[in-house]
T-cell receptor, first 114, second 115 residues
Framework: AQTVTQSQPEMSVQEAETVTLSCTYD???????LFWYKQPPSRQMILVIR??????QNATENRFSVNFQKAAKSFSLKISDSQLGDAAMYFC???????????FGEGTQLTVNP | EAGVAQSPRYKIIEKRQSVAFWCNPI?????LYWYQQILGQGPKLLIQ????????DSQLPKDRFSAERLKGVDSTLKIQPAKLEDSAVYLC?????????????FGPGTRLTVL
């Protein structure tokens, strides 16, 4: 069974600064996808970024980028130029290729200070 | 395109009562999921439908939870009778069939409080 661990229950960052959220996972699969989801107080889960395990290049989406270390089973999210609207709960999630069950971590609550 | 719709957004009931949640997935999405998200935790899959058939209900507490998707579109999740530990947000998600990339689109959730 796959597990996803987020060791930072809470993080805070100053507006315009950079913050990194950590995630580790455990799997015996070699082909899978990793995701970061954002969940604001409205509860709507929004996909922030995804990474295919077979790709060595780290994914980027505007101010969001990941550091994917497959051998270490690590998948961190970097948010650059943090904005007040980035404040939310962030979840790391895993799904094996061809599968359909998402496994989520426990989440990291990000606070952005003005 | 319209997103995943859920209702109600909030529900407060007393223990041992029954409750039902409704989900309308994105049009054309064959796969539908129900997740339970307890406060402070990540979502946990309860049940997955492919069209109107159940694919995975291994984590559904079948003694009190039931779900159906009769016409392969809308779905309802029912709890009968509710327990205090059922207090959570219930998220519905859907996914298009045949996509290489397994993105699931989530609804706004229903927050259930059991007193």
């Amino acid at each position: 069974a796959q597990t996803v661990t987020q060791s930072q229950p809470e993080m805070s960052v100053q507006e315009a600064e950079t913050v990194t959220l950590s995630c580790t996972y455990d799997t015996s699969e070699s082909d899978y996808y990793l995701f970061w989801y954002k969940q604001p107080p409205s509860r709507q889960m929004i996909l922030v970024i995804r990474q295919e395990a077979y790709k060595q290049q780290n994914a980027t989406e505007n101010r969001f980028s990941v550091n994917f270390q497959k051998a270490a089973k690590s998948f961190s999210l970097k948010i650059s130029d943090s904005q007040l609207g980035d404040a939310a709960m962030y979840f790391c999630a895993f799904i094996q290729s061809g599968g359909s069950r998402l496994t989520f971590g426990e989440g990291t609550q990000l606070t952005v200070n003005p | 395109e319209a997103g995943v719709a859920q209702s109600p957004r909030y529900k407060i009931i007393e223990k041992r009562q029954s409750v039902a949640f409704w989900c309308n997935p994105i049009s054309g999405h064959a796969t539908l999921y129900w997740y339970q998200q307890i406060l402070g935790q990540g979502p946990k899959l309860l049940i997955q439908f492919q069209n109107n058939g159940v694919v995975d209900d291994s984590q559904l507490p079948k003694d009190r939870f039931s779900a159906e998707r009769l016409k392969g579109v809308d779905s309802t999740l029912k709890i009968q009778p509710a327990k205090l530990e059922d207090s959570a947000v219930y998220l519905c998600a859907s996914r298009a069939q045949g996509r290489i990339f397994n993105e699931q689109f989530f609804g706004p959730g229903t927050r259930l409080t059991v007193l």
